[in-house]
């Protein structure tokens, strides 16, 4: 399961939609290594002002990969993660993560070719 959902939250859900900030409370809950990875390069990119900042240290464990698999993995959580944090993200790999200044087109464009995939790979990831 990717998410914990409290029951009020998925009776709201049953009822009518869910905003943006019920729904980020709960993946703030459910994948805390995934949302504080996030959280930590946003916040970094805002202090450099660079166009992306990005995470290049493997999770520490399965568990925390597979927080970062699943949030970066559904259309949904990456969605409302863009709209609160005002970024585009990028994932590469297993842990590579990137958060984009929205005007960073060109340099996001760069990031998500395949050519920057191909050259982002190591024998270390292989299983990842």
Known sequence: MSLTVPNEIAGRARAGEIDDEAFLTVVRDSLPYAWTL???????????????????TPPPDEAA?????RCLAS???????ERHFGVRLAFQNCHRV????????KAH???VTPRAQILNQAPELVDC
């Open 38 to 56: 996030i959280t930590g390069l946003v916040r970094r990119r805002e202090r450099s002002g660079a166009e992306f900042e990005d995470n290049l």
């Open 75 to 81: 259309d949904s959580m990456r969605g409302a993660l």
């Open 65 to 69: 990969r597979g927080q970062l698999l």
């Open 98 to 105: 990137a958060v984009f200044d929205p005007a960073a087109e």
């Open 109 to 111: 464009a760069e990031f």
